[in-house]
């Protein structure tokens, strides 16, 4: 049961590199979410797809964008990575279309110096 | 601004005990109410919901909601050493952007 599967676990980033986190499900979720998790701050949604073909921003997209590249895999790039980027990011999926009763991936520790 | 309050803790409770976590939340229109644990460097795991007032027991576990007074609970019971973790609340008015997570309360379940 692999349920949602991130990669890569940690990663270290200059400020101004790119990278995309990428992000799997295998329950057949339709939707999908990207979060960042900072001390003191909770989790907080970056972006969402509601369903293969669709995304929309959540409550702190700048900086980001996202791929849904099908039902399974939704992606998150950096474009330039700065300092402000250093988090913990979790993606989820969830069987309800409204983000909650999610399931959520191993998360990626990133590191932006 | 939604608001999701919870105490940060820690709430250190002896092995056996019952612990008690609290959430308040601001927006009135809120109507699923979400209960999560994190281990310490783990992801999020959903462990209860509730939609209505009262009541919700699933095994040690019994969710509580009062739309009245804003706010949910989560109580543990016969709380073992490994319930210690963070357990986040997270309240939604509907729709995708509408979920707002708690910052957590840590759990420390003494031997």
């Known amino acids: 049961n692999a349920g949602v599967t991130q990669t890569p676990k940690f990663q270290v980033l200059k400020t101004g590199q790119s990278m995309t986190l990428q992000c799997a499900q295998d329950?057949?979720?339709?939707?999908m979410y990207w979060y960042r998790q900072d001390p003191g701050m909770g989790l907080r949604l970056i972006y969402y797809?509601?369903?293969?073909?669709?995304?929309d921003k959540g409550e702190v997209p700048n900086g980001y964008n996202v791929s849904r590249l099908n039902k399974r895999e939704f992606s998150l790039r950096l474009e330039s990575a700065a300092p402000s980027q250093t988090s913990v990011y979790f993606c989820?999926?969830?069987?309800?279309?409204?983000?909650?009763?999610?399931?959520f991936g191993q998360g990626t520790r990133l590191t932006v110096v | 601004q939604k608001e999701v309050e919870q105490n940060s803790g820690p709430l250190s409770v002896p092995e056996g005990a019952i612990a008690s976590l609290n959430c308040t939340y601001s927006?009135?229109?809120?109507?699923?109410f979400f209960w999560y644990r994190q281990y310490s460097g783990k992801s999020p795991e959903l462990i209860m919901f509730?939609?209505?007032?009262g009541d919700k027991e699933d095994g040690r576990f019994t969710a509580q909601l009062n739309k009245a007074s804003q706010y949910v609970s989560l109580l543990i019971r016969d709380s073992q050493p490994s319930d210690s973790a963070t357990y986040l609340c997270?309240?939604?008015?509907?729709?995708?952007?509408?979920?707002?997570f708690g910052t957590g309360t840590k759990l420390q379940v003494i031997p």
């Open positions: 927006d009135r229109g809120s109507q699923s």
């Open positions: 329950m057949n979720h339709n939707s």
């Open positions: 989820a999926s969830s069987v309800s279309g409204d983000g909650t009763e999610a399931f």
């Open positions: 797809s509601a369903s293969e073909g669709t995304t």
């Open positions: 509730i939609y209505s007032n």
């Open positions: 997270a309240v939604s008015s509907g729709g995708y952007q509408k979920v707002t």
